[in-house]
């Protein structure tokens, strides 16, 4: 049925996010997709419940020469950070994550087309509102 704010069957899912990630830390594809999947962990610390219309995706790359592919070569010789090093890049890309789409959020320009116009959150109103629920400052 057609419920109100909130109801899971009332949301549309219209929206995508695109998440980037750039990193200089010497990582080959599995620890990089490994990253993107910390990067959702990100937008769901934001609220978001990855509705069903919801095409969210990370592409993530290193910009290390020491992971660089040479088509010549006849052996890879990579030379990749390690697992066991891996714990505190996921926490950074989560945090960095979420701080990019409360950015989005609060400090982004005015978009408008055909359909109406999208401003971003009002800071203060924000604020008040995560005060009176005992968040923040």
Partial sequence: GAGGPGDA?????????MIVIATDAPLLARNLE???????????????SASNGSGDYVL????S??????PDAALSTNDELGNDAM?????????????A???AL???TPVSSRAGTVRPLPVDSVRT???????GR
């Fill in 9 to 17: 069957q009332a949301e549309r899912g219209d929206g995508s996010c």
């Fill in 34 to 48: 490994r990253l993107g999947a910390r990067a959702i962990m990100g937008l769901a610390r934001t609220g978001s």
């Fill in 60 to 63: 993530a790359f290193s910009t």
């Fill in 65 to 70: 020469p020491r992971v660089r592919r040479n």
């Fill in 87 to 99: 714990s505190a890049l996921f926490q950074a890309v989560t945090e960095a994550t979420e701080e």
């Fill in 101 to 103: 789409l409360y950015n």
């Fill in 106 to 108: 609060l400090m982004a």
């Fill in 129 to 135: 509102l995560l005060r009176a629920r005992g968040i």
